[in-house]
């Protein structure tokens, strides 16, 4: 029950939260409600510890002074109460500062709370009992503990404490009135009636739901806030960390891409100035070598900027063309296919269309240029990165009621390990990619992942470097997009 290590919270360990209605569970799987309570609950018990202390002096005193005032019977019982008041306070001490700690589970920590209300009410019973049972002085101490016990505990397991309490006075009183237990005296002198006994009782029970009921109403107010302020310190600390994320990855994304834009126009400019200068005639053969070099540069220019065009719309949500009805993915592979056919046969690949065969993928909505575009990268990335004897690479396609799943594999160079991720991202290349083809910005795969997400659907890529690459894609085949359901 209790753990030497601080134990993660349970999201059944609610506690106070769950009075209140508010106990969220954070994406942690933590309850943040009882964490907070934990670390408070666990100062509030070395608080209450301390305290205890106070009660071991009096308890010693009152051992020392009760023969003095009439009460004979204190010396030695109260003297063994306090040694063993003090016994159990340093096993509570230890339990709080070594074996449970704020981190602790909150069911826990109130578990050690009500052993502890327990522990201290027995104490002062018997204490009551030594002082002059229903006339003793000490009686009013049940009240105080209850209003502390309401505080550290939820209101619940209080008023079964308050039922105990009062229950463990009446059958005090009642044996002691009927012999079996010593009727002591109290300072006041003599011993009690019937009569007066049972009116104290009366008062005892009165104030000890008085007190467990107003102690709650003032705190749970307090608790309700300590809640509401936790939730949305919670919240404010996990959007100002997304908001750090955002801001760090925008910046990122800004610095890549005009890096990627600098060398080309750095060339062109140099190009431009070759000309200008009168270093070369324009109308010459070395010339006009220079300014086709130049727009071939345009163009890969323009290839980056229209695909991060591409990739900014996908990621605000705004699809380049309408969503269609009734999109077949074969047909689209097959498309792919057969553009692809030259580029293949010109590095060697032979291309296996298993998607053939297979039964009919058609999706109820999608926007075909934009899977053609992820397809059709795939694809040519299998080819691309095949080996230079060549390969083969085959497209695979399985189909059930819910989904398409689409298998891209080749026999290519492969991914190096700990890039898998990272060629997701805009503008990485591997170097083994960028040895084996020059050609490449490092945007398709961030655009066709864009794209498969915006279908509700997801890539998942495995590869060993040397041996080859399958990429999965799997897409929802009944999935209505959000911008179209929305009413
Ligand atoms: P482009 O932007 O023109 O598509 P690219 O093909 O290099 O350029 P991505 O398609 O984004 O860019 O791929 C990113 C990187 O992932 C590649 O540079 C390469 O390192 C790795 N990669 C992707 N597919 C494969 C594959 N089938 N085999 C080996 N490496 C691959
Ligand atoms: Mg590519």
Request: hydrophobic share 45%.
């Amino acid at each position: 029950m209790i753990r030497t290590e601080p134990t993660p919270r349970r999201p059944g360990d609610a506690g106070r939260g769950r009075e209140t209605g508010q106990g969220p569970v954070g994406d942690d799987g933590r309850d943040h409600t009882s964490y907070l309570f934990s670390w408070e609950l666990h100062g509030r018990l070395l608080w209450f510890a301390n305290l205890r202390w106070a009660a071991v002096v009096g308890l010693a005193a009152a051992a020392l002074a009760g023969p003095a005032v009439g009460m004979p019977s204190t010396n030695p019982s109260l003297a063994v109460v306090a040694a063993l008041v003090a016994v159990y306070n340093l096993g509570f001490i230890y339990l709080l500062r070594y074996r449970l700690g704020p981190e602790s589970a909150y069911g826990d920590l109130r578990t050690a709370a009500i052993l502890q209300m327990v522990t201290d009410l027995a104490a002062l019973f018997v204490t009551v009992h030594f002082t002059g049972g229903c006339a003793s002085p000490v009686l009013p101490f049940v009240v105080f503990h209850m209003a502390i016990g309401t505080i550290m505990i939820e209101t619940r397991s209080m008023y079964l404490l308050a039922c105990a309490a009062c229950g463990a006075a009446a059958g005090l009183f009642v044996l002691e009135h009927l012999g079996v237990l010593v009727r002591y005296p109290s300072a006041a002198g003599g011993v009690s009636t019937v009569a007066t006994c049972g009116l104290s009782t009366a008062m005892l029970v009165g104030l000890v739901f008085g007190v467990v009921y107003l102690t709650d109403s003032v705190t749970s107010r307090f608790k309700a806030r300590n809640v509401e302020l936790h939730q949305i310190t919670t919240e404010l600390q996990r959007s100002l960390a997304e908001r750090e994320a955002v801001e760090r990855r925008k910046s990122h994304y800004m610095r890549i891409s005009a890096h990627q834009l600098r060398s080309p126009l750095g060339t062109i400019k140099t190009s431009i100035q070759v000309l200008l200068d009168g270093y070369l005639d324009p109308g010459s053969a070395e010339g006009r070598r220079l300014l086709e070099g130049t727009a071939a540069r345009v163009d890969s220019l323009l290839a980056i900027v229209n695909d991060l065009l591409e990739l900014a719309k996908m990621r605000e949500g705004r699809v380049k063309a309408p969503w269609a009805r009734n999109v077949s993915v074969n047909q689209i592979l097959a498309d792919i296919f057969d553009a692809q056919d030259t580029f293949a046969s010109e590095a060697g690949v032979e291309l296996v269309p298993r998607f053939i065969q297979e039964g009919a993928a058609v999706l109820d909505w999608a926007v075909p240029p934009d899977l053609v575009y992820a397809f059709e990268n795939l694809i040519h990335n299998a080819i691309k990165y095949s080996k230079p004897g060549g390969g083969t690479v085959t497209v695979g396609l399985a189909v059930d009621h819910e989904r398409a799943t689409v298998v891209v594999a080749d026999q290519g160079i492969g991914i190096p390990d700990g890039l898998h991720e990272d060629v997701f991202l805009e503008f990485v290349r591997a170097p083994n990619a960028k040895h084996a083809a020059a050609e490449g910005t490092g945007l398709g795969l961030s655009i066709a992942r864009e794209a498969v997400a915006m279908h509700g659907g997801e890539i998942v890529l495995q590869s060993a470097e040397g041996v080859g690459t399958t990429v999965t894609v799997v897409l929802p085949l009944h999935r209505v997009p959000p911008e179209l359901s929305a009413p």
